[in-house]
């Protein structure tokens, strides 16, 4: 199985509220809600469900999350720009997100966030559980 697969199995059993193996556009809408800190609409959580359901069950599986990422990596302008936005966050320097360099950027952009609020958010993206966002784990955030 390739890694690609084993990252999108991740991040299908994290949005996969009820473990059915899919996405819908309820648990699609509820964790975006969490991570964001506002609810996405019903309607635009189920169009975004619609434009990258491959089989038109009206559900997310791991083949289209494999498919979405599949096509986005020959863009090389976008990985490019995400890049420089992971840059511009990983503001000490090290390869990598921490609560203190979110809470920085935050703060620079006028958000004001507690060091366990900026735990909770990095948690929600943080795939192998090591406390930080490394560049994958942001790709797969910003997707």
Do not use: W
Request: charged share 35%; hydrophobic share 40%.
């Amino acid at each position: 199985m390739s890694k690609l697969y084993l990252e999108m199995e991740h991040v299908l059993q994290y949005f996969d509220e009820n473990g059915d193996g899919k996405i819908s556009p309820s648990e699609l809408r509820n964790r975006l809600g969490v991570v964001v800190g506002e609810e996405l609409p019903l309607k635009e959580a189920e169009e975004a469900v619609e434009s990258l359901d491959l089989d038109g069950d009206g559900f997310l599986g791991l083949d289209d999350l494999v498919h979405l990422m599949e096509s986005t990596d020959g863009e090389e302008e976008k990985l490019e720009d995400l890049r420089r936005a992971f840059g511009i966050y990983d503001m000490e320097g090290i390869g990598f997100i921490t609560p203190k360099s979110l809470k920085m950027m935050l703060s620079r952009l006028g958000e004001s966030k507690s060091i366990d609020e900026c735990k909770a958010m990095i948690n929600y993206f943080d795939l192998n559980g090591d406390g930080v966002l490394s560049f994958d784990e942001f790709r797969i955030m910003m997707q």
